[in-house]
């Protein structure tokens, strides 16, 4: 049975930090690109960073270079994301996805986590 499965969303002060974590079974993670997306209330779901499957490689969206990092642990199926300095607009709902293209196309998405940032 596949799962994907988020935590550590919040509410926290802008300037704050939060590490959202994001837990993988039923699959073989190590074959999965793993990503982070957010979709705030009337806007479109936007992705927000990336990793290879194997960790190498990573892309971040504009807004948030600098600020998030996105890493993963293969001997633990899971895949972080830490944010830092934030800010009133990065309040969304946080979904992370798993995709592999080895053999054919596969993705699995979890019930997201919100992150609310406010004073």
């Known amino acids: 049975q596949v799962q994907v499965v988020e935590s550590g969303g919040g509410l926290v002060q802008p300037g704050g930090s939060l590490r959202l974590s994001c837990v993988a079974s039923g699959f073989t993670f190590s074959n999965y690109a793993m990503s982070w997306y957010r979709q705030a209330p009337g806007k479109e779901r936007e992705l927000v960073a990336a990793i290879s499957n194997s960790g190498n490689n990573t892309n971040y969206a504009d807004d948030v270079k600098g600020r998030f990092t996105i890493s993963r642990d293969n001997t633990k199926n899971t895949v972080w994301l830490q944010m830092n300095s934030l800010k009133p607009e990065d309040t969304a709902v946080y979904s992370c996805?798993?995709?592999?293209?080895?053999?054919?196309?596969?993705?699995?998405w979890g019930q997201g986590t919100q992150v609310t940032v406010s004073s």
């Open positions: 996805r798993a995709r592999t293209e080895v053999i054919r196309i596969l993705e699995y």
